[in-house]
């Protein structure tokens, strides 16, 4: 989770907005007002390649991003 931290203060609009949605879907889960699967597919979706093509033009942010998301999909 401290690679999505990290990108929410990088400076990155795409990527602070993609990980700081991740935290709270994870926040969510941990609250009980999202189910495992329910966060699993969201996280899922948003890190959906045609959609990082559209979004993404620095590869590094990109792959943060992938990375931390990842983490959090394998908590559930």
């Known amino acids: 989770m401290s690679v ?3 990108l929410i203060t990088s400076g990155n609009q795409w990527a602070a907005e993609r990980a700081q949605y ?3 879907v994870h ?3 941990q609250n009980g007002q999202l189910s495992p699967s329910e966060a699993k597919e969201i996280l899922q979706d948003l890190i959906s390649t045609e959609k ?10 990109r792959a943060a991003l992938v990375f931390g998301v990842t983490q959090l999909i394998s908590l559930y």
Do not use: T
Request: aromatic share 0%.
């Open 52 to 61: 990082l093509e559209e979004a993404a033009a620095d590869q590094q942010a």
């Open 22 to 24: 991740a935290l709270q």
């Open 27 to 29: 926040e969510a889960v």
């Open 4 to 6: 999505l931290s990290e």
